[in-house]
């Protein structure tokens, strides 16, 4: 990596690596003392760590998950693809489990995923692709509220489908669609796609990124990824989401920030430079264009965290033409100071931020809000129950999930959308009817209510059935 003088650097950061960890050394996180000096962790500065029991808990089981999850990442990846290719049947020589596993055996492609009539298991948990015809352009804020989410939600898909969507039934201009380098990794693993809506008044550009996938076991270790890292001024953010976006890591040299510019141009792309520079390039050809971002779960605190990139290298021109940031079960992404940072500029360059979060949704309550992990949402909520009536908050009920106080309301809550998923076709029309999968998911909320209300079908719904004029 090309040296900067423009360089911002982190003064401190603790990054976990448990795929370097056996289970032995993981319980002495629990029992044993001296964390700095664990193989596992890598830090940078003074860090203080917080010995007592429960916080080291925490850290306990945030390793033991993503341990877990890098012992199983190929035994989800194959359950993934037997699970779709039932739902995509394409491939002639699939016509049972045998044949299925034989396949994978085989190591032959179980269906086409390049394919354009190929669906993600996001996407047959929600179908819809299009509009509500009544949703008028007319109306900015519903309008680019239901775009952002079925932009999120299409982003789930492989290109050729995206695009089929974008270009055939939008009637839109698919800019760019691609992986992301992610240092970290060492590979492939944030997907961004940026989209053209002409209009007449202003042209409008999209940027969407991907969120977590059911069974991609890297993307949910990042969700549930303890690592932070601090910059000077501008606090403490998610190390796993800043290293999805691009973040710029030399550990060997304690070196970890964001460069202006990026030297070595045969490096792969990663996103927060990709998704900037072409920005700049299409918004200095057209005068009278614009750009929102958004994003569903990960891809929400990528689409909060891009900005934030954005005002840590003075990128004003790109910041006056940021219409809105939209986002949906969207995670925290950073502390007090980093909330104070972004409330500060988004006031200064009239940023709008909408932080869309429905009921119980687990992810949005994730890192914790607590005098350990520090994290804090920044903006106004808006919530929305179980009706999807929705209203203005500072923070979302029950803002850490785990309480008992909530164990039976909860609960009961997820069995009256299980019910609701059998009658919102009588209501709402056919639109809305949910499939046998999507109801097969609901049950999943008797035991954990969080997870199916995380889906992206209730946030189309919130768009598309939900109460609007407090977004004014």
Not at 45 to 59: M, N, P, Q, S, T
Not at 228 to 255: C, D, S, V
Not at 268 to 294: C, G, H, M, Q, S
Not at 336 to 346: D, E, P, R, V, W
Request: aromatic share 16%; proline share 4%; glycine share 6%.
């Amino acid at each position: 990596m090309g040296r900067s003088s423009k360089m911002l650097y982190a003064n401190k950061f603790m990054f976990f690596q448990p795929e370097k960890m056996g289970f032995f050394q993981l319980f002495k996180v629990l029992f044993g003392s001296e964390l700095h000096n664990k193989d596992f962790v890598q830090f940078l500065g003074f860090i203080i760590v917080d010995e007592r029991f429960y916080h080291k808990w925490l850290l306990f089981f945030s390793l033991l998950v993503q341990k877990f999850l890098h012992s199983i990442a190929s035994l989800l990846k194959c359950i993934g693809d037997i699970l779709e290719s039932f739902l995509n049947p394409q491939a002639p020589n699939n016509y049972n489990v045998f044949m299925l596993v034989l396949n994978i055996l085989r190591g032959q492609e179980l269906v086409n995923k390049d394919s354009a009539h190929y669906v993600s298991i996001m996407g047959h948990l929600d179908k819809r692709v299009g509009f509500d015809n009544s949703i008028k352009r007319e109306d900015p804020n519903k309008y680019n509220a239901t775009l952002s989410i079925m932009a999120s939600k299409v982003s789930y898909e492989n290109k050729a489908f995206f695009q089929s969507i974008v270009v055939d039934r939008w009637k839109m201009e698919l800019v760019d669609c691609r992986d992301y380098w992610n240092d970290y990794q060492e590979k492939a693993t944030t997907q961004g796609f940026i989209l053209l809506d002409k209009r007449e008044e202003d042209d409008t550009y999209v940027v969407a990124f991907r969120g977590t996938e059911p069974f991609d076991a890297d993307a949910w270790s990042t969700d549930i990824d303890f690592s932070w890292l601090e910059l000077p001024n501008f606090g403490k953010t998610h190390a796993g989401f800043m290293k999805a976006l691009g973040l710029q890591i030399e550990l060997e040299r304690n070196i970890v920030g964001w460069p202006k510019e990026i030297e070595n141009d045969e490096r792969p792309p990663r996103a927060y430079y990709a998704i900037r520079d072409l920005l700049k390039n299409r918004l200095e050809a057209n005068n009278k264009a614009n750009f929102i971002v958004t994003g569903h779960s990960l891809g929400g605190a990528l689409a909060i965290l891009f900005p934030a990139v954005l005002m840590l290298h003075d990128e004003t021109f790109l910041l006056e033409r940021l219409q809105g940031v939209y986002t949906f079960g969207q995670p925290r992404v950073g502390d007090k100071t980093f909330a104070n940072y972004m409330k500060q500029n988004l006031k200064h360059y009239q940023i709008k931020y909408y932080r869309f979060v429905y009921c119980n949704d687990i992810v949005p309550r994730l890192p914790f809000d607590n005098k350990f992990m520090m994290f804090q949402h920044f903006g106004i909520c808006l919530y929305y129950d179980r009706t999807y009536k929705g209203q203005k908050m500072v923070e979302e009920p029950n803002k850490n999930y785990f309480s008992w106080k909530e164990t039976i309301p909860m609960r009961v809550n997820a069995f009256w959308e299980l019910v609701r998923s059998f009658t919102i076709v009588h209501k709402y029309g056919a639109e809305c009817q949910e499939g046998r999968l999507l109801k097969i998911f609901r049950l999943l909320g008797l035991l954990i209510p969080g997870l199916p209300a995380h889906i992206t079908q209730d946030y189309v719904n919130v768009t598309q059935l939900g109460f609007f004029s407090h977004l004014d």
